[in-house]
């Protein structure tokens, strides 16, 4: 059975950080491109990054140079490290995985909030 558990969202003020994670059970993790997507409220689900099983990362352009994306294989884990957190960051996060052939896996989410 595949599970990918995200952790880490919560509440904080605009300018603050988050490091969000997702753990991976039931996949051969280091075999899938990982992303982290959001969905805000009335809005459709966007891609926020992504890494691939050779490490190249890609983000949204809104996120560039706050949002950092990384991946430990060893612990089957993909992080999000979100800095200088604004109000429009706000958010469910999703954590996928993906590869060309199979399905899609994808968690439960959690909530970003950004507010003061």
């Known amino acids: 059975q595949v599970q990918l558990v995200e952790s880490g969202g919560g509440l904080v003020q605009p300018g603050g950080s988050l490091r969000l994670s997702c753990a991976a059970s039931?996949?051969?993790?280091?075999?899938?491109?990982m992303g982290w997507y959001r969905q805000a409220p009335g809005k459709q689900r966007e891609l926020v990054a992504s890494i691939t099983t050779g490490g190249i990362k890609n983000y949204v352009d809104s996120v560039k140079g706050r949002f950092t994306i990384s991946r430990d294989n060893a612990e089957n884990t993909v992080y999000l490290q979100m800095n200088s957190l604004k109000p429009e960051d706000t958010a469910v996060y999703y954590c996928?995985?993906?590869?060309?052939?199979?399905?899609?896996?994808w968690g439960q989410g959690t909530q970003v909030t950004v507010s003061s």
């Open positions: 996928q995985a993906r590869r060309r052939g199979s399905v899609d896996y």
């Open positions: 039931g996949i051969i993790f280091n075999i899938y491109t």
